[in-house]
């Protein structure tokens, strides 16, 4: 049935607009795993080149998010992806470089036109964050819930909180376990696996090197892990001391801050030799504002692993 224009603009902008953004772009419901580097910068500063940390596994037509950086969403649309395919969303740590949208990937997946139960898992409080972030937007859900017939999605974001290692979740499309991170001064950061009928890939998160992590990724197809380059993180804290963001003392808490929570690139490396995995990823790259080269980073880990070296880079398709 075709309206008249008149009759169009009775239509709730919002509701054409979440009609548009379920329709296009409609991804095909394929079997092969698709693994989307939606942002690659560590934080929290905003950086001109890359986003925040967060990345994409879409298998079967559905989508699975692991950590949500600042603007995911409209990586994820950048990307040609389906907000409205959105399945389950993964937080690796409670650092806002990961998890700062959390609640708004999900409010756009529900505001276009998400039908079905999303999960999400990741450490405490997860649960209360879920609940503040709806508390913060009640306002607004409800103007929308009311003029624009929406669902309540409050009935449709379901957290769980992980606090040990194991198998998280399990559905038609993949398996998903995780190992405890080792990233202070954090309770509880964690590292997930995701096993497909076709591939295998590992999310490092951030953590300093374990067994447990190793084991995690043994054998794995992808392994997408955090880069560090210290000589270079040092540079840039020297930088604001001398422009004085900073005094010395402060940087020096920073830089020992920084060092040793997390690994280093070359350390990236290590772990992807002692695992055999088949090709390393590097993201979420520490300094991320481009004063250290991509090269620089892969010639680290070099140092280390002998196989295939990638250095990730956002909206990267793998």
């Not at 329709?23 to 942002?39: D, E, M, W, Y």
């Not at 447990?212 to 054998?219: C, M, R, V």
């Amino acid at each position: 049935m075709s309206l008249s224009r008149r009759e169009t603009l009775k239509i709730p902008a919002g509701v054409i607009l979440a009609s548009a953004l379920a329709r296009s772009p409609v991804a095909a419901q394929s079997s092969h795993t698709k693994i989307v580097l939606l942002g690659t910068t560590g934080g929290p500063p905003l950086q001109v080149a890359r986003a925040a940390p967060s990345n994409a596994i879409v298998v079967g037509g559905a989508l699975y998010v692991v950590d949500c950086g600042n603007g995911v969403a409209r990586q994820i649309v950048q990307a040609g992806l389906r907000l409205n395919a959105l399945k389950s969303i993964f937080i690796t740590h409670h650092h806002s470089d990961h998890n700062l949208d959390y609640g708004n990937l999900f409010y756009f997946a529900w505001y276009s036109s998400l039908r079905d139960q999303v999960n999400s898992y990741g450490p405490p409080p997860l649960a209360e964050m879920t609940s503040k972030y709806f508390e913060l937007n009640a306002f607004d859900i409800d103007i929308r819930m009311r003029d624009e017939k929406k669902p309540d999605p409050r009935k449709l974001l379901v957290p769980h909180e992980m606090t040990s290692a194991g198998v998280v979740m399990q559905d038609d499309h993949v398996k998903v376990t995780c190992v405890l991170a080792d990233h202070p001064p954090l309770p509880v950061a964690l590292s997930y696996r995701f096993d497909t009928d076709d591939r295998s890939v590992v999310f490092s998160g951030d953590t300093r090197k374990t067994g447990a992590l190793i084991e995690l990724a043994k054998g794995a197809d992808v392994f997408v892990c955090e880069a560090q380059h210290l000589p270079g993180v040092r540079s840039a804290l020297d930088q604001a001391v001398q422009a004085g963001r900073f005094d010395k003392d402060t940087a020096a808490d920073l830089f020992k801050s920084i060092s040793g929570n997390a690994l280093t690139v070359e350390q990236a490396g290590e772990v992807a030799q002692a695992a055999g995995v088949k090709k390393l990823v590097l993201s979420h790259f520490v300094p991320g504002n481009g004063a250290v080269p991509d090269q620089v980073f892969v010639d680290e880990a070099r140092k280390a692993f002998s196989g295939e070296i990638i250095a990730g880079r956002d909206l990267l398709e793998l």
